[in-house]
Every structure is written in structure tokens, then in C-alpha cells.
């Protein structure tokens, strides 16, 4: 735009912020000029990019070698595939790079495609610092960039080095005028669990033996009733057709992929495990921070101005120790809409400490929640649930509980809730019951649901709901994102 | 009928004029039903012609006529369910026959409005109107305007979506 955005050439990377900003105004996303200095991302990064390639290739060269017995043939391919790549890798740094110019960050890639990806800081809404375990092995990070808007504006700095993402995190932060990210004092790799840097953390570090207990009593119900399935199926064919051919025919037919879903589970189970081991979460002015992650360390921040609703899980077995697992769900987020994902903001905890992150997510939230049932009529639809569902409107947020398997309380703001349905289906309409729906911004799962109300308290929950959040949404600041 | 079988959007808001949609809609979407249902026959004439026959084909049609008669009855009595109205912070939009749905879209969560119209549509002079908000779910629709009435509607949602900012 105008000469306002700092001095252009010379060795600094970034400008320093312009005095008054260019301020609400919409402006076109101009590009800086040519010979601006680009930084590079590591020199490391095709490499890293294609390991999978590479692993396959490998592997197949592997057994090639071993089935013909050519060991020249391996190394040719190794020589041929170190100069190949080589070149292209140098090739490809020479277009890759990134600029911060003014308040925004332009990203460049593609040798044959060129791409240039203007990031407009303003709109920020996370950084994110990621190390696969690939990256790790070289201490190197990568950083997930999120903005406010539709699909396809998340952008990836990958890879940088370690200490280098960290500051370039904090810098970004700055710029978009986050002020509380200060760029941790956090000196060599490997050591975030033993010095704990910058500010205390708000609940103390879940130990690994709850949290593998937590795993395995989330998961036995699951896995209990699938292996007692498949054994029944099992029995019952084999009684049936005897333990033959057809059985087993029957059984590679029909369970093996039943098998491997629940292998499946398994594994994710046990991701899910492994991604949550160190968990660390920390308020840093107006976000929340998260640490997590046993081999694939990830940093994750979440501005506690975008949190959309605050969910509480129950697993089944959980209800003894009064655990409970705490959930964010962030407009930034569930701007990935592919998969419906929320952050999780304790894996674990006691009632002390979920009431502790709920407080911090959503100011003054509570941690429990007296919901009304549905009428009694509604019971025969859901016999198992209907004790635990419900529904309040709360002070602060609308609270909505449902599940068996895992019991969940959604807590949505009413200054979140972008738009009300009622729906009543057939059944419903013959009972007089109907449902809420209030939706928050975010993918199609983020919707607080009141299932099966009576028709008048439905609608008089909606009317409520609307006044709520005009109400609630008159007190905030607009935001232009 | 007995008190419980009243629609959703009768016991609330009150003293609401629903805005009906344009009666061309009834037309275009038993056409639209019709088409379909002929489709299907004619899927369906194909087994049935080498099961029976010459015969196939006439049962194909018999079938069609029945499940096309049925279906175009259904397809009008939904038509008159729809129904949109302006309140002073919100729009309202209701349809259903079956399921009855009741969408409250408030100006100031408005993120997009959408004009289309189809080939179909284009013909009999027919718009629609679609809302956004930052809910990927809530998608509301309203369907079947006059192209000028659609206009006109989306130029008043808007500007009032411009007055009554929210966020997201």
C-alpha cells in the first residue's frame, strides 16, 4: 500500500509494526517487491517432505535386491536416487520461502506450479508448532498457520529449526497483535518436561499411569463389547455350518473386515494415548497454550476470544473416579472440515481440575450443570440414555447433555450460537416433543442439540435462546472476523 | 387432529405473517418429482421387460403412474408448508410436512447470501435465496421467489446484516 509498512530492503526480516495500522479498512493483499529478501525454509525439508516415498522406495528396492541378488542394482538406485533428488531439492529451496511484509506473510512454493500464499495477519487466529517424529529426529518444527475464513486458509511453514519455529511463532503472535506470546525461554530440545518454561501450568501434568488407566477404562467397554460380538458371531456360525470351510470362508469374508475396524480402534486408541502423554496446558494472556505429545511433540494455542463451546466427556467407566475429559471447540479449529475436531484442553482430570480449564476457557463457566430431562414420555426412544440427557440454560451458556457410552455436557455460549433450529420429526409430532438445535460456527457436528423437549418448553427455549444471544452478543465488540 | 399434531412454527412466534412462496414452485417441483419417479421406471422397466416380457414395460408404467400420482400429492402439500418471514432481528424460515423444521437465522450471524437458479427454475422465473452463517451446518434456504421478491429480500437481509454485526 503505502510506504506506512516499514523500511523494505535489508537484512531484518520483518518490519517492524507500522505506527497506525492499516485498521478495519479491507484492503487488497498487495505483494512485496521483488527483491525483497526471501528466508528459507531448511535445507533439510524435501527430504523430510518424501520420506514416505522414500521408505516405499527403499522397501522396494530392498526386495528387489533380495530377490535377484543384485546388490548393484541397490546401489546404483541409491546413487541415482541421492543425485535425483539432490538436484530437485535444490531446485525446489531456490522457490521456497517466506516473507513477512507489513502485516502480512507471504508464502512461496512450486517449481513448475509457482504458489504464493498471502497470509493476512490481522485475521490470525493460531500458530501451531508441530514435530513429526521425522522432523524431531533433526530438531527440526513445523508451524500450522490458521485464519479466520472458509476452507483451504490454513498454511504450512515446514521445516524450520526448532528454536528458529519458536520465534517465528512468537513474532507472528505479535504482529497480529496478540501480546501475551512471548517467545519462551525454552534453550535445548528434550528438556519442556523437566524446566518447566514460562508460566505455571493451570492443572498439574497428568502422570502417565492415570492417564493409561483413563485410556484403557475409556476403551474396555468398546473393546469388550466388539471382541463379545465377534465371539457370539463366531460360535453361532461355526454351530451352525460346523467349524469348516464355510465357516471359515464366512469368517474372511465377512468378520476380517470387522476385525480390522476394530484393530483400528485400537490403534487410535492408543495414538490417542500417545498424543496426550506430557500434557501441559498453560494461560498465557488471552491464550491457552498446549503442550502435548510423546513422540510427536505439538504446541498448540488456542485465544480464549474464539472458543465456541466447552465440552465435558464422561466415558462409561469414567463415572466412578469422577474423571472427566475437557474439549474446546475453536472457530479456528473446525475451520479444517474434513475431519470434526476439537482440541482437547484436559485429557483427564478430577472434578477440581476440569472445573479449574472450563473456568479458563470460558470465563466463569461452571463445571457442573443441573439439565432437565426430557418428559417421561420420551423415554422409550432413548431407555438407556434418557437419565443422562438434558438440557439448561444457564447464566452463561446454553448446556446440553447426551450419550451413554460416553456422556457429554456441551456448553455453548449464547454470544456463539450463530442460528437456531426446531425440528420435529414424525414420531415427535405424535408425542409433542421437539428438538433444539443451536448452532455454533464450525463445522456441521458443532451443534448443541436438545433432543426431544416438549413442544412448548421447545419453543420457548428457542425464543429464549435467541433474546440470550442478541443479548449476549450486544455486550461484545464486533469483531471483523 | 388432536391439540399435539399443531405444527412447531404455530405455537411460536405469534402474530407472524409467513410469506408464501411464489406458486410456480408447486409446479416446478411436481415436475421435478415426476421426473425422477420416471427414472426410476425406466430403470426398472429394463428387469422387468426381460422378466415378463412385453408385459414389463406396462407394469413399469402402471407403477409409475401410481408412485408419481402419490408422490406429486406429497410434494404439493410440502410446497405449502414453506414459508419465510422478516422479523425485526431475525429471519425465519419453515418447511416440512413430515419433519417440520423451524430455522431462526439472526441478521447479525450472516455471513454470505447466495442467489441461484436452475435451468428448470430459470423457466419459470424462480430464485433462490440462500443464508450463510459461520455454521457450516445451517445452510438455510429459501426457496421458489420471484426473481425481483428474491432480490429485494436479499438486499433488505443485507444491509440489516450490515447494522447488526456479531461475530462468530
Keep these: 500500500m503505502s510506504a506506512e509498512a516499514g523500511p523494505v530492503h535489508g537484512d531484518e526480516p520483518a518490519p517492524p509494526l507500522a505506527p497506525e495500522p492499516y485498521g478495519p479498512m479491507p484492503h487488497a493483499p498487495s505483494a512485496p517487491p521483488e527483491g525483497m529478501q526471501r528466508q528459507r525454509l531448511h535445507p533439510l525439508t524435501p527430504l523430510l517432505e518424501s520420506v514416505r516415498f522414500l521408505t516405499a522406495v527403499a522397501a522396494a528396492v530392498g526386495i528387489q535386491m ?19 533428488g539432490g538436484i530437485a531439492s535444490l531446485i525446489a529451496l531456490q522457490y521456497r520461502g517466506f516473507v513477512i511484509w507489513g502485516r502480512e506473510l507471504h508464502i512461496y512454493g512450486g517449481v513448475f506450479t509457482r504458489s504464493h500464499r498471502t497470509v493476512p495477519l490481522d485475521r490470525l487466529q493460531s500458530v501451531d508448532l508441530v514435530r513429526p517424529l521425522q522432523a524431531r529426529v533433526f530438531g527440526l518444527a513445523q508451524l ?43 534453550t535445548a530440545e528434550d528438556s519442556t518436561e523437566d524446566v518447566p518454561a514460562g508460566p505455571e501450568p493451570l492443572v498439574p501434568t497428568v502422570t502417565v499411569r492415570k492417564l493409561a488407566l483413563a485410556s484403557l477404562l475409556e476403551a474396555l467397554p468398546v473393546q469388550l463389547t466388539a471382541l463379545l460380538l465377534f465371539g457370539t458371531a463366531f460360535a453361532v456360525t461355526g454351530s451352525i455350518f460346523g467349524f469348516t470351510k464355510v465357516a471359515t470362508a464366512l469368517w474372511f469374508g465377512f468378520f476380517a473386515p470387522a476385525l480390522f475396524g476394530y484393530l483400528q480402534s485400537t490403534v487410535s486408541t492408543v495414538n490417542r494415548f500417545l498424543r496426550n502423554c506430557r500434557f501441559r496446558i498453560t494461560r498465557d494472556g488471552g491464550n491457552l497454550l498446549i503442550e502435548r505429545g510423546l513422540t510427536d511433540t505439538s504446541h ?10 466447552v465440552c465435558f466427556d464422561e466415558p462409561i467407566l469414567w463415572r466412578r473416579k469422577n474423571w472427566r475429559r475437557v474439549e474446546v471447540w475453536t472457530a479456528a479449529v473446525s475451520q479444517q472440515i474434513s475431519v470434526l475436531k476439537s482440541t482437547t484442553a484436559l485429557p483427564v482430570g478430577g472434578p477440581a481440575e476440569v472445573a479449574k480449564v472450563a473456568a479458563e476457557a470460558l470465563p466463569e463457566l461452571p463445571a457442573t450443570f443441573a439439565v432437565q430431562r426430557p418428559p417421561r414420555r420420551a423415554r422409550w426412544r432413548m431407555p438407556l ?45 405424535l408425542q409433542g416433543l421437539a428438538t433444539v438445535h443451536a448452532m455454533s460456527a464450525g463445522s456441521v457436528g458443532h451443534t448443541a442439540k436438545a433432543a426431544h423437549r416438549d413442544v412448548e418448553e421447545a419453543v420457548a427455549m428457542a425464543a429464549e435462546l435467541r433474546r440470550r444471544a442478541d443479548a449476549a452478543a450486544a455486550l461484545e465488540a464486533p469483531r471483523l472476523s | 387432529m388432536n391439540a399435539r399434531a399443531v405444527p412447531v412454527w404455530d405455537l411460536w412466534p405469534d402474530g407472524i405473517e409467513w410469506q408464501p412462496m411464489s406458486p410456480q414452485l408447486r409446479t416446478v417441483w411436481v415436475l421435478r418429482s415426476l421426473l425422477n419417479v420416471l427414472i426410476l421406471a425406466v430403470i426398472a422397466a429394463v428387469p422387468l421387460t426381460i422378466w415378463l416380457g412385453w408385459e414389463g414395460p406396462l407394469w413399469a408404467l402402471g407403477g409409475y403412474v401410481v408412485l408419481a400420482g402419490l408422490r406429486s400429492l406429497a410434494v404439493a402439500r410440502t410446497v405449502k408448508t414453506w414459508g419465510y418471514a422478516e422479523r425485526e432481528q431475525d429471519l425465519l424460515v419453515r418447511h416440512g410436512l413430515l419433519t417440520r423444521r ?33 455454521a457450516l451446518a445451517s445452510t438455510t434456504e429459501v426457496p421458489g421467489l420471484d426473481p425481483l421478491v428474491a432480490a429485494a429480500l436479499r438486499d433488505r437481509l443485507a444491509v440489516r446484516a450490515a447494522e447488526v454485526r456479531e461475530g462468530l
Design chain 1, 144 to 186: 500450522n498457520i490458521e485464519v479466520a475464513g472458509g476452507d483451504g486458509t490454513d498454511a504450512k511453514l515446514a521445516y524450520l529449526k526448532h528454536d528458529r519455529a519458536v520465534e517465528l511463532r512468537a513474532e507472528l503472535l505479535s504482529i497480529a497483535g496478540r501480546p501475551g506470546a512471548q517467545p519462551r525461554t525454552e
Design chain 1, 66 to 84: 533380495f530377490t535377484s541378488r543384485n546388490f548393484l542394482f541397490a546401489i546404483y538406485a541409491a546413487l541415482a536416487a541421492a543425485v535425483v
Design chain 1, 385 to 429: 440414555r434418557w437419565k443422562r440427557t438434558g438440557a439448561l440454560l444457564d447464566e452463561k451458556a446454553f448446556v446440553v447433555r447426551h450419550g451413554w457410552w460416553v456422556n457429554t455436557y456441551v456448553a455453548l455460549p449464547y454470544a456463539r450460537i450463530q442460528s437456531v433450529q426446531v425440528v420435529q420429526g414424525r414420531i415427535q409430532r
Design chain 2, 102 to 134: 423451524l430455522s431462526i437465522v439472526p441478521y447479525g450471524r450472516i455471513q454470505l447470501i447466495d442467489l441461484s437458479a436452475g435451468p428448470v427454475e430459470r423457466m419459470f422465473g424462480l430464485t433462490t435465496v440462500q443464508v450463510r452463517t459461520a
Design chain 1, 300 to 309: 498448540e494455542t488456542v485465544p480464549v476470544d474464539r472458543v465456541t463451546a
